[in-house]
């Protein structure tokens, strides 16, 4: 198994610059917020208008104070930036990676990227830093080439050939995956889930601000995830998009802490 379900939170040290990171700092004013639906409105839980929420324009009055209050008391729970992502706690999950047998360390050269990937690649190597998500590395036997691919949930924006703005987030070539033991455990299925609302008048569901980041990965293990780039050599602190096993961590964790739910 790739997941690490700890028992004793003392296992894990807290020299781990991800978990010494700050959350507490209130976060800058975004800088454009995004048209919504004409059902939807942007309101702010503070007078300086710099945490906006996103809730229905149908409540008036006092119905809407009662949600604003309940927000306002679980402010922790909700993320504007990166830095305020505290992760889940190590004592309740962390990510392993675990080797296959005989597998030795694999490094690969940095590649050459073109002009407007690379302006993608700086973004990130320069905020990655500064939410505890990545490190400097320079004795790491594993060592992979960065590249950059479009996803629904990437954090750097930039225009495509057809001059629209596409979400990107770099990803590193992964010859780890090869050699990485793989975890089976079972993946929910979405049929299933929604089978389990049939006749039901209400439902919810959880939006999770870049969910897999907010997993740790063992110490030990981290500088398995180290990638290059002509900005430096990098580490990661907490679990990202792409890594082998990550999507079953994350079905682990989530079972575990909604246990009582399923």
């Known amino acids: 198994m790739s997941t690490q379900l700890v028992s004793d939170p003392n296992q894990v040290s807290q020299s781990d610059p991800k978990l010494t990171n700050d959350t507490t ?9 995004k048209p919504l639906p004409n059902h939807l409105k942007y309101t702010y839980l503070d007078a300086e208008q710099q945490l906006p929420v996103i809730i229905v324009n149908n409540l008036h009055g006092e119905k809407e104070e009662k949600l ?5 008391q679980h402010k922790k729970a909700i993320g504007w930036k990166l830095s305020n992502l505290p992760g889940i706690n190590p004592s ?19 590649r050459r990227l073109n002009l407007t990937i690379l302006d993608v690649v700086k973004k990130e190597v320069t905020k990655l830093p500064v939410a505890g998500i990545i490190y400097p590395i320079s004795d790491s036997q594993w060592v992979s080439p960065v590249q950059v691919v479009p996803k ?9 050939q057809h001059n629209e703005l596409v979400l990107m987030r770099i990803q590193n070539s992964w010859k780890l995956t090869q050699v990485t033991y793989k975890d089976h455990f079972p993946l929910a299925f979405i049929d299933r889930v929604l089978e389990k609302l049939v006749g039901k008048s209400h439902y919810y569901f959880i939006d999770v601000f870049f969910g897999y980041m907010q997993i740790h990965i063992a110490l030990e ?11 430096g050599t990098f580490a990661y602190t907490c679990m990202l998009f792409g890594l082998c096993n990550a999507p079953s961590t994350f079905q682990c964790c989530m079972t575990s802490i909604f246990s009582n739910l399923l």
Do not use: W, Y
């Open 221 to 231: 293990d981290q500088h398995k995830t180290t990638f290059t780039c002509p900005f």
């Open 68 to 72: 604003l209050d309940v927000l306002r």
């Open 92 to 110: 309740i999950c962390m990510h392993r990676i675990l080797m296959e047998e005989e597998a030795g360390p694999i490094r690969q050269q940095q």
């Open 152 to 160: 629904k949930f990437g954090m750097t924006v930039m225009k495509n």
């Open 25 to 33: 700092s209130s976060p800058s004013p975004p800088t454009k917020l």
